[in-house]
Antibody, heavy 112, light 112 residues
Framework: QVQLKESGPGLVQPSQTLSLTCTVS????????VHWVRQPPGKGLEWVGA???????DYNSALKSRLSISRDTSKSQVFLKMNSLQTEDTAIYFC??????WGQGTLVTVSS | DVVLTQTPSTLSATIGQSVSISCRSS???????????LYWYLQRPGQSPQLLIY???NLGSGVPNRFSGSGSGTDFTLKISGVEAEDLGVYYC?????????FGSGTKLEIK
């Protein structure tokens, strides 16, 4: 069955770089896109970006200058890197094979 | 970016009551091929979003038929015919017709 699981550091210092990994199973990254969606504590959902089956990427325009999404198809992993983190980037980060399958999410706190 | 306006922001219902949530888009969500990429999700406390409705009116896998979706163009509605206790949480609409993908701000359903 389709599964997605996020992993990464729970705490990141301001101005540092966030690196998250989404490990997927039950489907191929070369046939399906994977999106990242984030949710600040107690707030709504925000689309972050996506990597498409062909390997191209799209990013939220507000985050584009700080964001990079890549993948390793041999390991069934998708990577998110976001630099210059600020406290406003504190959120649960989900990877998802929209529209159906979502990971459990990983909480990232930006704090010194 | 397409703005999705959800109303109401909070809804309080008794068990068995029927309720509706509105999602209005700043642009038509009908694409040139005749498809409307409008989805509804329920996020229960502490969980990832769960797909309820896809392409305006199609019930997601395993979703009870008390949920239904309707609408076209810029106006969409999610209806719950007979609220049950397990329906509490936050409901989001999402559009994927226009890049970037966007979410509504959410409607919190409380059970009286």
């Amino acid at each position: 069955q389709v599964q997605l699981k996020e992993s990464g550091p729970g705490l990141v210092q301001p101005s540092q770089t966030l690196s998250l990994t989404c490990t997927v199973s039950g489907f191929s990254l070369t046939s399906n896109s994977v999106h990242w969606v984030r949710q600040p504590p107690g707030k709504g959902l925000e689309w972050v970006g996506a990597i498409w089956s062909g390997g191209s990427t799209d990013y939220n325009s507000a985050l584009k200058s700080r964001l990079s999404i890549s993948r390793d198809t041999s390991k069934s992993q998708v990577f998110l890197k976001m630099n210059s983190l600020q406290t406003e980037d504190t959120a649960i980060y989900f990877c998802t094979q929209l529209p159906v399958y979502w990971g459990q999410g990983t909480l990232v706190t930006v704090s010194s | 970016d397409v703005v999705l306006t959800q109303t109401p922001s909070t809804l309080s219902a008794t068990i068995g009551q029927s309720v509706s949530i509105s999602c209005r888009s700043s642009q038509s969500l009908l694409d040139s091929a005749g498809n409307t990429y409008l989805y509804w999700y329920l996020q229960r406390p502490g969980q990832s979003p769960q797909l309820l409705i896809y392409l305006v009116s199609n019930l997601g896998s395993g979703v009870p038929n008390r949920f239904s979706g309707s609408g076209s163009g810029t106006d969409f509605t999610l209806k719950i015919s007979g609220v049950e206790a397990e329906d509490l949480g936050v409901y989001y609409c999402m559009q994927a017709t226009h890049a970037p993908l966007t979410f509504g701000s959410g409607t919190k359903l409380e059970i009286k």
